[in-house]
């Protein structure tokens, strides 16, 4: 036994170290108490390799001579095996809170990388050099959402609304008033304190996607680490789950539409990254327009237009990124905008495979002119032979549009289109 005697003091001293882990990793803060120790979880790992040898040793003896089941040196082997894995699951479990933990990952593997995440805490200022893509809007969205009907608004919300109702007119008119009035009170408090609990701010930057809620800590993943399956949406509460990198879970996030469409489209090429100049493209303009009794968005160039029937979100989105996509309820006019990121030629190439892959028209400016008369935000025409385009610049394209349209007044022959044209 003498060639057991260092591994069962190893194996004697190792079971208040791992006894006093599993007790700091199971806590309510054990972010916090892990981040104040870094010395017991740096000892721990050290002393790792030579408490699986003992274990292994003590193990392999007592399966060749066929220990006792009650030889002391045994029963701690046993006893620290089982609490090795107990914790091992446990550090697994609090790894996969913060990234993607592999179900192979060893303990030690787990505590390390626990650490490094640890101490490298999510900063809710924006980068030298990095830029902001889009930022949730806390107002009620007039925009699509996902939720019943096609609303912005969470399903359980939706329920509780009449029930409280009902609850309250039945109480009142059951001569209950002070319940009924008490009940009322508790509703309107939850439903003001509950959603500004769970909310926050969302932003994309041209680097990553980032959380920053109202209660807890800031959240974010990079968005070239972003896989296809990487994002999940309850469309009951609006709760994202994102995984990269990192794993992030935002709670209510406001306009999740929007928020899906601009992740989707800047986590892949040829979005990814494109925003890190910081500039959009100026000379195009947006607005809804309509080509005989077809509505859609109409996208002016200074050499070209396109026009993209409504009702073609999905075939954009598609058409930009070439792989399918389960999104949908959205309009092109969103895809549209966002490719504004890309430079000049890669921004007509992509609205050139819009425009094929929902069934528009691509007009050059030398084939069609521009007929003036009315303000552009009340009537835009365009007309190309006996095809006529009418629209409508609202605001953020209004300058954009009359600047665009002088080169429209030439007559048809006098210069040359970069989309293509049906």
Known sequence: MRILEGGAELISGA????????????????????????????????????????????HRRAAVESWAEDMPIL????????????????ARERLDTLTVAPPDVTLEEALTRLEALLRQPVSKALKEGEVLVFESDHGRSKQPGPGVGGSNIPTPYL?????????????????????GLTFLGFFMGGSLLWPLL???????????????????EAQAVRLDSIADDGVRL???????????????????????????????????????????SGVQLEDVALFPAKVGDVDGLCVLRPHALA??????????????????????????DWVLEAL??????????????????????????????????LPVWVAIRIKRGEQVLLGRAEWLYRA?????????????????????SD
């Not at 007790?23 to 050290?46: C, H, I, T, Y």
């Not at 996607?209 to 109202?214: D, Q, R």
């Not at 069934?359 to 008369?373: E, I, K, N, Q, R």
């Open 15 to 58: 079971m208040r170290p791992h006894a006093e882990l599993e007790a700091m990793l199971s806590a309510r803060g054990w972010k916090r108490r892990f981040l104040k120790q870094p010395e017991r979880v740096s000892a721990f790992v050290a002393g790792a390799e030579a408490v699986r040898e003992a274990l292994e040793r003590v």
């Open 75 to 90: 029963r701690q082997a046993r006893a620290l095996s089982t609490q090795r894995e107990r914790l091992t699951r446990l």
């Open 159 to 179: 329920v509780m609304l009449p029930v409280a109702v009902l609850l309250f007119i039945f109480l009142m008119a059951s001569g209950a008033q002070t319940l």
């Open 198 to 216: 769970r909310s926050g701010r969302v932003r994309i930057t041209s680097e990553r996607l980032l959380w920053s809620p109202v209660v807890g």
């Open 234 to 276: 309850d469309r009951s509460q609006f709760d994202l789950e994102v995984t990269g990198d990192r794993r992030l879970r935002a709670r209510s996030v406001p306009n999740p539409l929007r928020l899906l469409l601009t992740l989707e489209l800047h986590r892949q090429p040829p979005l990814l990254g494109a925003a890190r």
């Open 307 to 332: 026009f993209v029937p409504d009702r073609r979100g999905l075939q954009s989105l598609q058409a930009v990124t070439g792989k399918p996509t389960s999104l949908n309820g959205f309009e092109a």
């Open 340 to 373: 504004r990121w890309l430079p000049a030629a890669e921004f007509d190439a992509c609205v050139s495979r819009v425009v094929k892959a929902t069934g528009g028209l691509a007009w050059a400016a030398g084939d069609a002119h521009f007929v003036p008369g």
């Open 400 to 420: 954009s549009a009359e600047r665009l349209l002088q080169g429209w007044r030439k007559r048809p022959g006098e210069g040359k289109g970069t989309y293509d």
